[in-house]
C-alpha cells in the first residue's frame, strides 16, 4: 500500500469522514494518520477495589455488580443511578443521557467490569457514563493492555468520531499497511542505539503490548524526529558553507589598526577578542558568514559589530546595522559617530523619521559608495535603499526581526550573486537546547564575560505596600546623583489601560518628586518618535533623574549613570524581559539596584519568576527556566521557525535525547559528508523527502 494515499484507502473511512479529519486534525495521507499519535493511554492492565478508591484516582476499572437502580427527576428529564457493589464496598454509577435504553439493559446481580473517571460527593464515589462489559464476555475476549487515546476535537465528538471510532480507523489502517511502513535507519544503527523497529514502533505507539515496549516505541520515534531535524539543519550548514561564495576580507587596514589603536576606549574583554576572531575567520574563508552572536546584556556586542564594519570598510565594502526601535537606532548612531569622530568614515542614519531631503542624500551616498556605514531601523529594507558593495549586514536584537526581512536584507547588493556577510547580535539567552534545534545551520559565538569593574545588580522583591520605602531609597540615589528608571507593563490587548497606568504612576511620581527639584522624562508607546527621543536624549544629558517608561526601554538602551530599575507590577512582565530591563542599570561603575515592585496575590508561575531574578543574574539560566515555564513555542522566533511542529519529541523534556541525536547526526556526517556510502541510503532517501516538504530547508537567513 501506498502510504501517501489519501485516507479515503482505508477500510470504513469514508469522503466526509476523510474531510472532517483533514479539517479537524490535519490529516490528509495514510501515512499522516500512522503518525497521529495518542495523547495518553487508558491503561487496563489494573483493577481497584471500591476501598481502594481514592480522591485523586482519575480513570479506574473495578469488578462487581449492580445491586439496585433507581431514577431520579430532575429539573431537565431524569438521571438513572445504580449502585454498584463490591467485596469491600458500594459506590455509584450514574447516567444522564439514554436513560431509558441503559435502563432496560442494565443487568442486577451478574458481575460486570466497568471503567471510567470517577466523581466524588461528600465521601462517595460515583462514575458518570462508565464503560461496562459483562465479566463472562470480558473473559472471552482478547484484551488490549493499553488503550490509545487520540487528540480530538468538539466537532469530531459531535460528528461521533468518538475514541472507539479513531481507534478501529487505526486498527484497520494498520492491519492494511503494516508492510508497507518503511524503515529509516540501517539494522546497525538500529542496534547500535538501541533503537526498535520502526514497523514496531508504530504499531507499539497505538496499541502497546506492555508498558516497557510502549517506552521503546516513544524513545524511537522522538529519536528519529530529532534525529533528522538535526540532520538537515547539518546538512543546510554544509551547503552553506561550500556553496555560498561570501566576499573575503582580506586586509586588516588602515581604518581598523588606527580605531584599534588610537579610538578604542577601553580594552577589549578576552570574550570580545575571541568573538571577533571567530569572525575574521569566517569572513575570511570565501563563504558567506552566518553568525549569531549571543552575549548577555551589556557584554559589549557594539563594539565588536562597529570593529567587524570597519574591516568590512578595509576591504572596500560598505556595511551596516539594523536595530528594532528608533530609539536604539539613535543610539547607535550617536555612539558610533562619536567613537568615530576622529576618522574619515562616513555614517548616516536612516530611520521612518528621515525627512526626504536627507533619504535622497544617504540613497546617493549608498549607491555611489561614499557612504561607508548605514545604522538605521526596518526603513533600511525598504527597496529604493541599496548600496554599492554592501559586504556587511549586522542586525541588532535579531529576534524582532521575521525570516523573510532578514532575506531581504541578503538582496541589497548582491554582485554577481554574493550575498553579504550576516552577523545577528542578540542579548536574549537562548537556551541550548532550543539554539541546537531552531539555529542548528547558524554558527553561534558567545560573549560570555562582561567588562570589568562591573558590579552585580542587587536584585529585590517588593510588595506595593512597600512603595513609600521604595521612593526613600530613590531620594536617596538621586541625592548621589544617580538617574532612576521606572517601568510599567504593556500588554498589547488593552493599550488604554496600560495608558492609564502609565499615566497614573507618571502622576503619583510627580507628586512624590516635585519640580523643580526633580526633573521627570516620561516615554511611552503612543508618543512620536522625535519627542521620544527628545525625552531621552533629557535622560542621557542628565538634565532628568527619573525616567517613567512603558517597555519601549527595554532593548539595548544605554544610560551607564542610571544605577536603578523599579520594574512595576512586575509579575506581569514575562522573564526575558525582566532580565532586558535589569540589564538597562548596572551599566555603569556604580552599585546598581532593581527593585521589583509585586500585588500580593501572585501565581506560582510569577513567583518562580520572581524568584529566579532575585537569586541570579545569569541570562542563560534565566532563559531555561523561562522555556521550562512557557514551552518552546512561545519563546522568541520559533514559531516561525517550523522547526518546532514536532509530532511527539519535546525540545525541553527530551533535550537529552536532542543531544544524543545531534551526536549521531554529526558523526555521521563528519564521515560521510554527503552521504554517499552504501549504509547511509537509508538516511539520503528520508532526508530527500524531508526536503521536499519541510520549510527549514528554505533560507533561514
Ligand atoms: P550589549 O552587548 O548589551 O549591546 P553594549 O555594546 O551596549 O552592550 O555595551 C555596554 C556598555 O559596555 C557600553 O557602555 C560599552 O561602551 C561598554 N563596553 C563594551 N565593551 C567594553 C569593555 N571591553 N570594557 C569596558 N567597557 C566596555
Ligand atoms: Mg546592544
Redesign the pocket.
Known amino acids: 500500500m501506498n502510504l501517501n494515499q489519501p485516507i479515503t484507502y482505508i477500510k470504513g473511512v469514508s469522503v466526509a469522514r476523510a474531510e472532517l479529519l483533514y479539517s479537524e486534525l490535519g490529516i490528509r495521507t495514510c501515512n499522516d494518520f500512522l503518525h497521529l499519535f495518542p495523547n495518553r493511554y487508558i491503561d487496563k492492565t489494573q483493577f481497584y477495589t471500591i476501598n481502594q478508591l481514592q480522591q485523586n484516582s482519575s480513570e479506574v476499572q473495578i469488578v462487581g455488580k449492580i445491586t439496585g437502580i433507581k431514577t431520579v427527576q430532575q429539573k431537565r428529564g431524569s438521571r438513572l443511578v445504580a449502585t454498584f457493589a463490591d467485596a469491600t464496598g458500594t459506590m455509584e454509577l450514574v447516567w444522564f443521557k439514554g436513560v431509558k435504553w441503559i435502563k432496560d439493559s442494565l443487568k442486577v446481580n451478574t458481575p460486570y467490569v466497568i471503567y471510567g473517571k470517577l466523581n466524588w460527593f461528600k465521601g462517595t464515589a460515583n462514575m458518570p457514563h462508565p464503560e461496562m462489559e459483562l465479566v463472562s464476555e470480558y473473559k472471552s475476549k482478547i484484551q488490549m493492555a493499553m488503550q490509545p487515546v487520540y487528540p480530538s476535537t468538539e466537532k469530531l465528538s459531535n460528528k461521533s468520531v468518538s475514541n472507539k471510532v479513531m481507534r478501529t480507523m487505526i486498527q484497520n489502517l494498520l492491519q492494511q499497511s503494516f508492510d508497507s511502513i518503511e524503515e529509516t535507519f540501517t539494522t546497525d544503527f538500529r542496534t547500535e542505539n538501541q533503537l526498535l523497529h520502526k514497523k514496531e514502533s508504530i504499531l507499539n505507539i497505538h496499541f502497546p503490548k506492555s508498558q516497557e515496549l510502549l517506552a521503546k516505541a516513544q524513545y524511537r520515534l522522538k529519536f528519529e524526529e530529532l534525529f533528522y531535524i538535526q540532520l538537515q539543519l547539518l546538512v543546510k550548514k554544509l551547503i552553506n558553507k561550500s556553496r555560498i561564495k561570501g566576499y573575503v576580507f582580506e586586509n586588516v587596514g588602515e581604518q581598523f589598526n588606527t580605531f584599534y589603536n588610537n579610538h578604542l ?5 578576552n570574550a ?1 577578542k575571541r568573538v571577533l576572531k571567530e569572525i575574521r575567520k569566517d569572513t575570511g574563508t570565501g563563504a558567506q558568514m552566518n553568525r549569531l552572536l549571543q ?9 565588536v559589530g562597529l570593529l567587524v564594519m570597519l574591516l568590512a570598510i578595509d576591504n572596500g565594502y560598505q556595511a551596516t546595522i539594523m536595530a528594532p526601535t528608533e530609539i536604539l537606532a539613535n543610539q547607535h548612531y550617536n ?1 558610533i559617530k562619536e567613537l568615530l569622530a576622529n576618522t574619515t568614515i562616513n555614517v548616516e542614519l536612516l530611520t521612518g523619521s528621515t525627512k526626504t531631503k536627507k533619504r535622497r542624500e544617504i540613497h546617493e551616498g549608498l549607491e555611489n559608495g561614499s557612504l561607508h556605514i548605514l545604522i538605521g531601523t526596518h526603513a533600511i529594507l525598504e527597496d529604493k535603499v541599496q548600496f554599492k558593495k554592501l559586504g556587511l549586514a549586522i542586525i ?1 536584537e535579531q529576534h524582532r526581526f521575521g525570516v523573510a526581512q532578514r532575506s531581504k536584507l541578503w538582496k541589497k547588493s548582491e554582485i554577481e550573486g554574493v550575498p553579504p556577510h550576516v552577523l545577528v ?1 542578540t ?1 536574549t539567552p537562548i537556551p541550548r537546547t532550543l539554539a541546537m534545534s531552531v539555529y542548528g545551520d547558524l554558527d553561534v559565538s558567545v ?1 560570555d564575560e562582561l ?3 562591573r558590579k552585580a545588580v542587587k536584585t529585590v522583591h517588593r510588595y506595593d505596600s512597600h512603595r513609600l520605602g521604595v521612593f526613600r531609597f530613590l531620594k536617596d540615589e538621586i541625592e548621589k546623583g544617580r538617574q532612576v528608571y521606572v517601568v510599567y507593563p504593556l500588554i498589547q490587548e488593552s493599550q488604554a489601560m496600560d495608558y492609564k497606568d502609565l499615566m497614573d504612576g507618571y502622576e503619583s511620581i510627580v507628586r512624590e518628586f516635585p519640580s523643580p527639584k526633580y526633573q521627570i522624562s516620561i516615554v511611552h508607546g503612543q508618543m512620536k518618535p522625535a519627542d521620544k527621543d527628545y525625552e531621552m536624549e533629557r535622560f542621557l544629558r542628565k538634565e532628568t533623574q527619573i525616567m517613567v517608561a512603558t517597555t519601549v526601554i527595554e532593548v ?1 538602551v ?1 544610560v ?1 549613570n542610571a544605577s536603578v530599575m523599579v520594574i512595576e507590577s512586575s509579575e506581569r512582565f514575562g522573564l526575558s524581559q525582566l532580565h532586558q530591563l535589569r ?1 538597562r542599570v548596572g ?1 555603569g561603575a556604580e552599585q546598581s539596584y532593581c527593585i521589583l515592585l509585586t500585588g500580593v496575590k501572585l501565581s506560582s508561575d510569577a513567583k518562580t519568576r520572581i524568584k529566579t531574578m532575585v537569586e541570579t543574574s545569569d541570562g542563560f539560566k534565566i532563559a531555561e527556566v523561562d522555556l521550562k515555564l512557557r514551552g518552546p513555542g512561545n519563546i522568541m522566533g520559533t514559531q516561525q521557525s517550523g522547526v518546532l511542529n514536532l509530532k511527539i519529541a519535546d525540545v525541553v523534556k527530551d533535550s537529552p535525547i536532542l543531544y544524543n541525536a545531534r551526536q549521531c547526526a554529526i558523526k555521521i556526517l563528519n564521515d560521510d559528508p554527503g552521504l554517499k556510502k552504501e549504509e547511509n541510503a537509508l538516511m539520503l532517501k528520508r532526508l530527500t523527502s524531508l526536503q521536499r516538504t519541510s520549510g527549514i530547508w528554505s533560507n533561514i537567513s
Open positions: 576606549p577601553f580594552d577589549l574583554t570580545q552575549g548577555d546584556v551589556g557584554s559589549g556586542k557594539t563594539i555612539g541588532d547580535m542579548a560573549i567588562p570589568p569593574g539595548g544605554n551607564p540589564g551599566r
